[in-house]
């Protein structure tokens, strides 16, 4: 991939089905962000075999749009950015720390990006989110205010706001976990910009670093109306709209990359063991 492509809302909006109004307003921007999170799948398989995605806009266009590839959360974050800024939203780069299974909030560094969207007409900004791969991620943007719980697309979310030393509010998302009962801590940010530039560096470190969790095993996610697949390493976990989650343990490689293709809609590079 060379990035010398143009970027293709059409196109775009033909991979993930959109077909409602191309409005700067919160109805696109509700239709869009679920579009994309129901579309395109979550998946590392480039820095699983030692290639760092390319952010650059024809890149992404070929892999994920053309391609029929999903990415990472650079890469889909990246995307809808492209999208909404081409349909007139205004569009904040934000970064996180996850906190989902850390032992603190501070305990890892910011390696996730997310979105800050300003919609005209609304009292205050939205937190959009697609690139993240875990099953209680965003499926449709969320009011930045703290405190506020949103439902969407049959999940709960809410703010927090988290205890530091720093100068600006530290806010948690955390999604309702109904087979627990818990609200749970997905990943924590503030509202501080960060850029394109900034994106790269996080993109390299994620994808080369050999403590990385992406360099070392096959992370995949994909979400429908009815259920949420996942794909780590050689566990496959099926969660139902109701909670039910059913997993299973994939041992030979052809099974492997029978899932990948069936279930994810992708199809495994050339050269690349998923089992190792």
Same mark, same amino acid.
């Given at each position: 991939m060379d990035g010398t492509g143009q970027y293709d809302l059409?196109?775009?909006l033909?991979?993930?089905?959109?077909?409602g109004e191309r409005r700067a307003d919160l109805g696109t921007l509700r239709g869009v962000h679920l579009a994309h999170a129901l579309s395109l799948p979550f998946e590392n398989l480039d820095p699983l075999r030692g290639s760092v995605p390319s952010l650059a806009p024809g890149d992404l266009m070929a892999k994920?749009?053309?391609?029929?590839?999903?990415?990472?959360c650079y890469e889909h974050n990246t995307l809808l950015r492209l999208a909404l800024?081409? !349909?007139?939203f205004r569009v904040t780069l934000l970064a996180g720390r996850v906190v989902l299974g850390a032992e603190r909030p501070d305990s890892r560094?910011?390696?996730h990006a997310m979105l800050q969207v300003e919609v005209a007409g609304e009292a205050g900004p939205y937190l959009a989110d697609v690139g993240?791969?875990?099953?209680?991620?965003? !499926? !449709?943007?969320a009011p930045l205010v703290t405190g506020v719980?949103?439902?969407g697309a049959g999940r709960r979310h809410r703010l927090a706001r !988290?205890?530091?030393d720093g100068p600006l509010e530290l806010s948690e998302l955390r999604t309702y976990d109904r087979r627990d009962g818990v609200w749970a801590g997905q990943y924590a940010f503030t509202r501080e910009p960060f850029t394109a530039t900034d994106l790269e560096v996080f993109n390299w470190y994620v994808a080369t670093h050999p403590r990385s969790p992406f360099t070392r095993r096959p992370y995949l996610q994909r979400t429908t109306a009815e259920r949420h697949l996942a794909l780590e390493g050689d566990r496959f976990t099926q969660t139902l709209a109701d909670g039910t989650v059913s997993e299973r343990t994939l041992t030979r490689e052809a099974e492997a990359r029978r899932v990948v293709a069936e279930e994810f809609g992708i199809e495994v590079p050339e050269g690349l063991a998923l089992l190792g």
């Open positions: 059409d196109a775009y033909d991979r993930i089905g959109w077909q994920m749009v053309h391609g029929r590839r999903g990415g990472y800024e081409a !349909l007139g560094p910011r390696t993240f791969g875990a099953s209680g991620a965003l !499926l !449709l943007p719980e949103s439902e !988290l205890p530091h």
